[in-house]
């Protein structure tokens, strides 16, 4: 049975069954042969053959593999695997207690390579400030460009987000909005100008940015990412400087649908949270009535804290913790 696995520069993976064991290759160049079992720790991987030339770059994109054919495991137990200093430096490889090498899921989904595209907020110094009543680090600027991208192996599609462009971006934003089921529950319908209004104030507001989902290259999605500790989500729970909250539409009906949701929605927290590592949870605040979009969300690890009011809407609080959201994530 051959498999094979994409990433993004075009890179494929081709996995194959053999007698037993696996055989990944690149091409004609075979890169690691091994033997995998399922133990209640994670995936056993006995490497037999092809490590010779391993490094700590090749090993991150085996490690995919791997953790693709098993993506409820825990952990990657290797054995027989050489010493990879590069691979430890980075987080990809920890000793284990009883010895050998383990490679953490939870660890290994946040590195942000190959899916940030460009570099992320981590590195922006903390600086503090007030808008209005409100202390809160100075944000980094804006991304433009795309920002993330990753395969989903389930879908059979690429997903990508990349930072809104205004005059591109308008007409797609002006038609999602003034379609009868978007306007029941963002309440954004207008003219054209109206909206072009709308996005300036957006790309004014540092605590906003805006972003294009896309499927296969085909726009799809309207998202808002905030920073919540600036924003009137902040009163109502117990905000961490970079928390971060999302607004999301779904403009083209023919892109809807759970199996599409469980794609783009791990997505968008997956992209907000390798780009700042500081960040501990990310929020969102549906309608409390929105029990479709309640559901979605709850099945991505978010949980209800409570319903609330905002002046125009009772919505309910729904979190997801860092931690959580890599232990429990399955990113295909």
Do not use: I, S
């Given at each position: 049975m051959t498999s094979l696995l994409q990433l993004p520069g075009g890179l494929r993976l081709v996995h194959e069954s053999l007698d037993g064991e696996s055989l990944w290759r690149v091409g004609d160049e075979l890169w690691l042969r091994c033997r995998e079992q399922p133990v209640p720790e994670g995936l056993r991987v006995v490497v037999t053959g092809g490590s010779a030339e391993l490094t700590g770059e090749r090993l991150a994109v085996l490690a995919l593999g791997l953790l693709l054919r098993a993506p409820e495991a825990p952990a990657l137990l290797w054995e027989g695997?050489?010493?990879?200093?590069?691979?430890?430096?980075?987080?990809?490889l920890t000793q284990a207690a009883e010895g050998g090498w383990r490679t953490w899921r939870a660890q290994f989904w946040q590195r942000p390579q190959p899916w940030l595209r460009q570099s992320g907020s981590a590195s922006y110094p903390a600086l503090a400030q007030l808008t209005g009543q409100r202390r809160h680090p100075c944000r980094p600027p804006k991304p433009t460009g795309e920002v993330y991208r990753r395969y989903d192996h389930r879908l059979g599609a690429w997903i990508a987000l990349r930072a809104l462009a205004l005059e591109d971006d308008l007409p797609l934003f002006h038609r999602w909005q003034n379609q009868p089921r978007v306007a029941a529950f963002w309440q954004e319908e207008g003219s054209l100008e109206q909206h072009r209004a709308y996005l300036q104030r957006q790309a004014a507001d540092p605590h906003v940015l805006t972003l294009v989902g896309s499927l296969n290259d085909q726009p799809f999605a309207y998202f808002e990412a905030y920073w919540a500790a600036e924003d009137r989500i902040a009163p109502f729970y117990a905000v961490d400087d970079y928390d971060r909250g999302i607004h999301m539409l779904v403009g083209e009906d023919s892109l809807r649908g759970p199996q599409r949701v469980a794609c783009w929605l791990p997505a968008l927290v997956h992209y907000l949270l390798l780009d700042e590592p500081r960040t501990r949870r990310i929020v969102s605040e549906p309608r409390a009535d929105n029990e479709r979009m309640i559901g979605h969300l709850?099945?991505?690890?978010?949980?209800?804290?409570?319903?609330?009011?905002?002046?125009?809407?009772?919505?309910?609080?729904?979190?997801?913790?860092?931690?959580?959201?890599?232990?429990?994530?399955?990113?295909?």
């Open positions: 695997l050489p010493a990879l200093p590069e691979a430890v430096r980075q987080g990809l709850q099945r991505q690890g978010f949980y209800r804290q409570k319903d609330f009011d905002f002046p125009h809407k009772r919505a309910a609080l729904m979190l997801l913790e860092r931690e959580r959201f890599f232990d429990r994530c399955v990113l295909a």
